[in-house]
T-cell receptor, first 112, second 121 residues
C-alpha cells in the first residue's frame, strides 16, 4: 500500500461546479497536510495547508482533514476554467523540517 | 517573495553526457533545498535533500554517484546528472525552505522552482 493514494483523474466539470478532490494516507505520523496546484510543465504552488484535523477556508478553497479516517479533501467552489490544473496533496510528519510525501495528483478540467 | 528559479528550463543531451541543473532562491536564503523527479502523470518523488555546506541526503534507491548534488551557498544548489541515459529523461524540480521565516507552519513550507525538463537521446 502506498503511503498516499490519490485518484489521478482526469476529473471534468463544468464552470461553476463544486469540485471535491481527495487523498487517503496510511502513515498516522503525518501531521501537516498541504494541497499544491501544478499547471502543465510548471512547478507546484502551495494552495492550502492545515495542521492536524479540521477545516480551513481560503476564498473559494476549503481544505478538510479527518485524521481518524486518514482522509483529506480539497473543495473548490464556483470552479473556473483557470482552475484547470493538476492538484497534488502532500503530507509530512510531526517534527519540523520533515520531508513531504506527495500523492500522484488529480488532473482537473473545468470547461467553460 | 519566496521565488525559486531553475536553469535551464529544458535541456536535450546525448546519452553518456553530463547535465547540470541549477536551483536558486532569488529573494531568500535556503540552508535546505530538495530535488524531486516527476514522470508524466506521476507524483513528485523526492530524490535528495540538499544542505548547504554538507553532503546531501539521498533517498533510498537514488544513486548518489549518478546524481551529484552541490549546495555551495545559501542561495544555490546544483544537480548534475552524470553519464545520462534515456531512462534519466524526466522533469526535475527543486524546492527550498526559507531560512528567514518563522512560525508553526513555515518549517514545512517548501517553495518550488518551475522545473527542468531533461530529454536524453
Amino acid at each position: 500500500q502506498k503511503e498516499v493514494e490519490q485518484d489521478p483523474g482526469p476529473l471534468s466539470v463544468p464552470e461553476g461546479a463544486i469540485v471535491s478532490l481527495n487523498c487517503t494516507y496510511s502513515n498516522s505520523a503525518f501531521q501537516y497536510f498541504m494541497w499544491y496546484r501544478q499547471y502543465s510543465r510548471k512547478g507546484p504552488e502551495l494552495l492550502m495547508y492545515t495542521y492536524s484535523s479540521g477545516n480551513k477556508e481560503d476564498g473559494r478553497f476549503t481544505a478538510q482533514v479527518d485524521k481518524s479516517s486518514k482522509y483529506i479533501s480539497l473543495f473548490i467552489r464556483d470552479s473556473q476554467p483557470s482552475d484547470s490544473a493538476t492538484y497534488l496533496c502532500a503530507m509530512s510528519g510531526g517534527s519540523g523540517y520533515s520531508t513531504l510525501t506527495f500523492g500522484k495528483g488529480t488532473m482537473l478540467l473545468v470547461s467553460p | 517573495g519566496a521565488v525559486v528559479s531553475q536553469h535551464p528550463s529544458w535541456v536535450i543531451c546525448k546519452s553518456g553526457t553530463s547535465v547540470k541543473i541549477e536551483c536558486r532562491s532569488l529573494d531568500f536564503q535556503a540552508t535546505t533545498m530538495f530535488w524531486y523527479r516527476q514522470f508524466p502523470k506521476q507524483s513528485l518523488m523526492l530524490m535528495a535533500t540538499s544542505n548547504e555546506g554538507s553532503k546531501a541526503t539521498y533517498e533510498q534507491g537514488v544513486e548518489k554517484d549518478k546524481f551529484l548534488i552541490n549546495h555551495a551557498s545559501l542561495t544555490l544548489s546544483t544537480l548534475t546528472v552524470t553519464s545520462a541515459h534515456p531512462e534519466d529523461s524526466s522533469f526535475y524540480i527543486c524546492s527550498a525552505r526559507d531560512d528567514g521565516t518563522s512560525g508553526f507552519y513555515s518549517y514545512n513550507e517548501q517553495f518550488f522552482g518551475p522545473g527542468t525538463r531533461l530529454t536524453v537521446l
